[in-house]
Structures are given as structure tokens and as C-alpha cells.
């Protein structure tokens, strides 16, 4: 289990901050780049999920998958079966929609460079989800996923959400995060393949 402290902002950031100030200028706060300020995306701001945690959640179970006999067998066959990616749940307290959607992002281009499959477009999942669930408010629905990926003749569908686990004491936080990924074969329902990746925060009294 991979666990990150919320630490001190690294040198260069901090001196980019206090730079001005140290010059005489204004103390309003400054404005930086990632380009400009080596690191500035490492320390954790708070114990909420972000996006570099997404992506070394993602990045595990993609890890994973490429690595299973699922996607041996899809290399020996050589025929690019087609594969849905759908929304991942949500099952956070946390506002991380937006965050989700980079990781649906990140997934499609992985397995499209994979050359493993052959990935039905997001856009075209888009439109058939809101179709079928124009009566609901067209959201997509984990119901009626095999639906979906019947009505896009897809082989398999990809899914999976993101959950907690959160522990308070006196002295400190510790949130444990979960990305549960499946691979499901729509004709069957059966579940090819499956994997868990963990990243745990935590807000550590120094004292």
C-alpha cells in the first residue's frame, strides 16, 4: 500500500512563492507554471484524491491487465476483439467527476495504443447511453451496461469505480483510495478480468 504525506511544498515552489516578497514587491500570491517550477505537481495540497492519483491508479491496473491472460489471448488471436469503456462510478464523498473523465480518457488511449482491441469511440457510447436512457434523464446507468455494449457490438466492456476508506484521529487523517476495474464479456456477463489498485493519504502530526 502506497501511503503519501502531506509534506512541505518542495524548495523550488516555495522559493518561487516568497521570491517577491523577498524583492520588496506585493505580497499577493503568485502565480506559477508547471514548467516553470520543477516538482510543482509532487506534493500532495490535501488527503483528496487528484489527478496524479488517478493516473497511478490508473496506471496499476492497466499494468495489470496488460499482463493477464485476457489480453494474451487477445495477442494470440490477433483479431482486435471491439471493447466499450463506460463511465466509472463514482462511491467517493468527493467532487472528482471531472477527474474521472481524464481517466476515461487515459484508459480509451491506452488500449487503443495497446493495439489489443479495437476501442468504441467515447462519442459514439455518448450518444447510444442518452438514446437508450432518454426517459432517465439520458445518464448512464451500470444496469444496463451489457445493454450498452449489445446495442454497440461490443464483445467486452470496460467499467470499475473509485472508492474510500477514511479514518480520523486526534492527531491526524488517513484516507485509503480504491480503483476497482473490470473487464466484462457482454454475451456471457462473465467478469475475463478484474483488479484493485490502492493509494493511501494522510495528514501526520508532526509533534
Known sequence: MKTARLLPLVPALAFAMLAPLAAGCSSDPV????????????????????????????????????????????????????????????ETSQHVDSQLQAVLSDAETFMVNSQLVTVVSRERQNQMIAEVERQ?????????????GRQLGAKYYMTGKVYTSDERTAGGRRVQYFM????????TSAVRWQNKAAFTKALLNQD
Not at 180 to 187: G, H, R, S
Open 31 to 90: 502565480f506559477v507554471r508547471g514548467s516553470e517550477v520543477k516538482g510543482l505537481d509532487d506534493p500532495p495540497m490535501s488527503t483528496g484524491i487528484d489527478k496524479r492519483d488517478m493516473e497511478q491508479l490508473l496506471h496499476e491496473n492497466m499494468k495489470h491487465l496488460v499482463a493477464s491472460p485476457l489480453a494474451k489471448a487477445w495477442a494470440d488471436a490477433g483479431d482486435k476483439p471491439t471493447l466499450a469503456i463506460f463511465p466509472m462510478l463514482n
Open 136 to 148: 432517465n434523464g439520458g445518464q448512464f446507468d451500470p444496469n444496463h451496461a451489457a445493454q450498452y
Open 180 to 187: 476497482f476495474m473490470q473487464v466484462i464479456e457482454t454475451e
